[in-house]
């Protein structure tokens, strides 16, 4: 099964992941479907085998393609930007914690949630998550993980709302091939006046998309038109990777079943 681009999707990783057979449902479900790979969540990266993680992923075809961090800066309470400089500290440290297993899975760190939340100083926040980032893009670069900075809608977090403001971020990496811009049609959905054209725009710094539609569910269980976007990625040459992120409307592996039957059509090469 081949797609015009590479098709992977975010999930949770169990703690128990060998033994969670409703996991391993959903990862048959995705080599059915002929998935690349998963971008995964994990309360407690620190205890995750690689060496395992990666074979119990090989069973199945597939591969981990980015470490979400999400789940861990909600759950710990991490925040890159937040006026509180010894939490902030203590986030960058465990950034530096998450590029090490980044790079032991061969893969690459999503700073979406990470980032900090709804700050009413936003340009403080900005220039808190900037030096942040600046400690930890060092790191990534030696370890050749890829650091995506998500642009993430204003009611989610002060940092990188629109492409523009998240190109602005780290636009003093601009020769840094491992720091990189993440949109995401959800949050465009809100940001953006024209998402066609703030993607032409910056086309350079992004091999990476998320896709969720307008009420945040799976595409095809929304109203965005993805016919057009893919389209659209086809005709301006982008041949990187798209990552299904969402709500779950009825249950995971029904989920993916709906949207499949939806954007098997538009993606098949």
């Not at 205890?47 to 393609?65: C, H, N, V, Y």
């Not at 670069?141 to 971020?169: C, F, G, M, P, W």
């Not at 976007?229 to 041949?239: C, M, S, T």
Request: net charge negative; charged share 25%.
């Amino acid at each position: 099964m081949s797609y015009a681009f590479p098709l992977t999707i975010q999930l949770v990783l169990p703690e128990g992941y060998r033994a969670d057979s409703d996991f391993c449902r959903v990862l048959d479900t995705l080599r059915q479907y002929g998935f690349s790979g998963v971008e995964l969540n994990s309360v407690h990266p620190d205890r995750i085998d690689p060496s395992d993680l990666k074979g119990f992923l090989a069973q199945f075809e597939l591969k981990m393609t980015m470490f979400a961090t999400g789940l861990t800066a909600k759950s710990w309470g991490l925040s890159l930007s937040t006026p509180d400089e010894e939490a902030r500290e203590r986030s960058a440290k465990r950034a530096l914690d998450f590029i090490d297993f980044a790079h032991s899975m061969e893969a690459g760190m999503i700073v979406g949630f990470f980032k900090g939340g709804p700050e009413p100083d936003r340009i403080s926040a900005c220039r808190n998550f900037s030096d942040s980032l600046a400690r930890i893009v060092p790191a990534a670069q030696e370890k050749r993980v890829a650091v995506l900075v998500e642009a993430t809608n204003r009611y989610e977090s002060a940092v990188a709302n629109s492409l523009d403001d998240t190109h602005e971020i780290i636009a003093p990496f601009a020769d840094n091939p491992y720091v990189k811009i993440l949109p995401d049609t959800f949050h465009m959905n809100i940001e953006e006046r024209d998402q066609f054209e703030a993607l032409r725009k910056h086309f350079s710094l992004f091999d990476w998309i998320h896709i969720s539609d307008n009420n945040r569910y799976f595409p095809g269980l929304g109203a965005i038109r993805f016919h057009e976007l893919f389209a659209f990625l086809e005709k301006i040459g982008y041949r990187g990777g798209l990552a299904i992120e969402g709500k779950i409307e009825k249950d995971l592996v029904r989920d993916i079943q709906a949207t499949m039957r939806y954007l098997k059509p538009l993606l098949e090469a």
